[in-house]
């Protein structure tokens, strides 16, 4: 592997909590990757006012990010614009998987905020057995078959237009306003609420507040997937990470930070959590490069 895919410590989302790790990683020396698929917390970027940040009053979520950013980035971390697919645990190296390519790291901090919305019904069951959350690296098993993307990120408008390219019929749910123009046959853009997914082993139906609509695949993006599917065998504490009060998970090497690990979903908590997680991590990689 390239030396430039490998890091001492991979932080996996770019909100407070992982641009907070970042910053402190960098200033403790440490060679530092930050994987960001979208734009750094789309989430709080919307948010018109933020009220509650220790010496910032009233600036927008948009402008905060900006400064996050703006602060985070100048120490040098490695950005890379791609999503985390997987996480596999090696000997004192973890390898992370995205659709593009691989990369390594000593220690890996989550800082991937929360899962938005409720999973739907059949979501977790059907998942790898016709449901996915990446078109790039699962779309060529649905070559000449049906296939819906339910997408809460425009990031699924690339990804369905992907699709369209191998599939028969592509139905797209987006479940945000924009415009669709360039979503050409064979895509259908549907306006509707998906409810289920369907199926006896494999996805077999979608069903939306409109219609049933018989597929083979359901895509869903979102900008951030349950944690067990990055990581499997992660312990949770009912839907988040069960962190100890150093951050560190139950697989040593990582931790996690931010929404990730429960409420309250707050800034100040995010960027605190991703301070400690940092540190708890150096210390992690410093015993193992002794050992
Ligand atoms: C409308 C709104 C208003 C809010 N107002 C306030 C407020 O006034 N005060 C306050 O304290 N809090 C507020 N919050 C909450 C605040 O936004 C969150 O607590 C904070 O953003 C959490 O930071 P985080 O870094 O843990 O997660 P996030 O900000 O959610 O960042 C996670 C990042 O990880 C990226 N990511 C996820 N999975 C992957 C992957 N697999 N690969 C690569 N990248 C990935 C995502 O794209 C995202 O950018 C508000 C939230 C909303 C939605």
């Given amino acids: 592997m390239a030396e430039d895919n490998k890091f001492d410590i991979a932080i996996i989302g770019g909100g407070p909590a992982g641009l907070s790790a970042a910053l402190t990683g960098r200033i403790r020396n440490k060679n530092i990757a930050v994987f960001e698929h979208l734009d750094f917390s789309e989430k709080l970027q919307k948010a018109h006012k933020v009220d509650n940040y220790l010496g910032l009053p009233e600036v927008s979520g948009k402008g905060l990010m900006q400064h996050f950013t703006g602060h985070a980035l100048a120490h040098g971390p490695k950005l890379v614009k791609e999503k985390v697919m997987n996480v596999f645990p090696g000997d004192n190296m973890f390898t992370l998987l995205t659709p593009q390519t691989t990369y390594e790291a000593k220690a890996v901090i989550f800082a991937t905020g929360v899962v938005s919305t409720l999973l739907f019904e059949g979501e977790r069951e059907l998942l790898g057995r016709g449901v996915s959350y990446c078109a790039t690296c ?69 069903v939306t507040d409109k219609e049933e609509i018989k597929l083979h695949g359901v895509f869903i993006m979102r900008q951030s997937d349950p944690v067990e599917n990055l990581l499997p065998g992660l312990e949770l504490d009912g839907e988040v990470i069960k962190v100890n009060r150093d951050m560190s998970t139950s697989i040593p090497g990582v931790f996690a930070a931010g929404d990730c690990t429960g409420k309250p979903w707050q800034i100040a908590k995010a960027t605190g959590e991703g301070l400690v997680a940092v540190l708890s991590a150096i210390t992690y990689i410093d015993k193992v490069d002794l050992a």
């Avoid at 809460?152 to 990804?159: H, K, L, S």
């Avoid at 699709?163 to 749910?173: D, P, T």
């Avoid at 050409?184 to 199926?199: H, M, Q």
């Fill in 138 to 206: 699962d779309g060529r098993m649905f070559d000449g078959k049906d296939v819906a993307v339910i997408s809460y990120t425009e990031e699924g408008e690339n990804e369905t237009v992907f699709l369209s390219e191998l599939c028969r019929n592509v139905y797209f749910l987006p479940q945000y306003k924009g415009d669709f123009a360039r979503m050409r046959a064979p895509i259908k853009v549907l306006s509707a609420k998906p409810k289920a997914i369907v199926g006896d082993g494999q996805v077999e139906k979608l």
